[in-house]
């Protein structure tokens, strides 16, 4: 949709966003997000996981479509697998990620690997497939979800931040070159957000988390949604190659 084009209900309800990840926290409000504006979702997990049979029903509560596509982000074929029964792309949400504290002299050799290989190579496997299906369709937008912890490293996290770090030199390339045709690339980086991966840090570390942030709390996954709801409509058709942080203030840019 070019800037100035009319609303036409009939083919926004109709558009088709992807969200990786989707089981869970910031994922499944995301795609909550976009099924109470009626678009038809597919969500992904690992195949392993029981909630998408769960978010599936509470989509279609809402009125909204909804596609299972459960896969690894990070094994290639199942992500080429995955996008063969897609016809029509109009958001890709490039949000599964994994979270392990360690110091780096204790990361092993097949934790580094995995930690790249679910933020980085799952949101290159998504991003390379959706920008095949957008470019023809000369439309579409792609959010990453990056991390405050990309822009700012982190202590025993260093395996995390360097895959957010690389999300965020990816999503910088990736809306250079797609730009041309008529595709967007944006990134939201979080601060400390309230769900399951943080949860799981103990209640110590959420405390410590939030005295960081000027606004003193964490974030919610539905204040994430909403910045990943913006960037992806039409409302930020100006809006390309941004790091969009939604952090309580942790990081200021400018
Ligand atoms: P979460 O509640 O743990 O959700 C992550 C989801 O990704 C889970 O459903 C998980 O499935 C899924 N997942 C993990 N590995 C996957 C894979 N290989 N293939 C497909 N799905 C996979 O975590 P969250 O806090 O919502 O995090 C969502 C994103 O936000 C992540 O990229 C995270 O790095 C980023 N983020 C989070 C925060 C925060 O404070 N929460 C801050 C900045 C950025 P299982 O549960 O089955 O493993």
Known sequence: ????????????????????????????????????????????????????????????????????????????????????DIERLDVLVNNAGILR????????????????????????????????????????????????LGQLGCENLSHYSAAKGGIIAFTKSLAREL???????????????LTPMVEALGARYIEEEAARYPLKRLGTPEEIAQAVRFLSSDAASFITGQIVGVNGGGVMNG
């Open 1 to 84: 949709m070019q800037p100035g084009d009319s609303f036409d209900p009939a083919r926004d309800r109709a558009m088709t966003c992807l969200v990786t990840g989707a089981g869970s926290g910031i994922g499944r409000a995301i795609a909550l997000a976009f099924a109470r504006e009626r678009a038809h979702v597919i969500v992904n997990d690992l195949p392993s996981s029981a909630a998408l049979d769960e978010l599936r029903k509470d989509i279609e509560a809402l009125g909204a479509r909804c596609t299972l596509a459960a896969a690894d982000v990070a094994d290639a074929a199942s992500v080429r697998g995955l996008f063969a």
């Open 101 to 148: 504290e360690a110091p780096v002299t204790e990361i092993s050799d097949s934790e580094w690997d995995r930690m790249i290989k679910v933020h980085l190579y799952g949101a290159f496997y998504f991003s390379r497939e959706a920008a095949r299906l957008m470019q023809k369709q000369r439309r579409g937008a792609i959010v990453n979800i990056a991390s405050d």
């Open 179 to 193: 730009a041309p045709h008529g595709v967007r690339v944006n990134a939201v980086a979080p601060g400390g957000v």
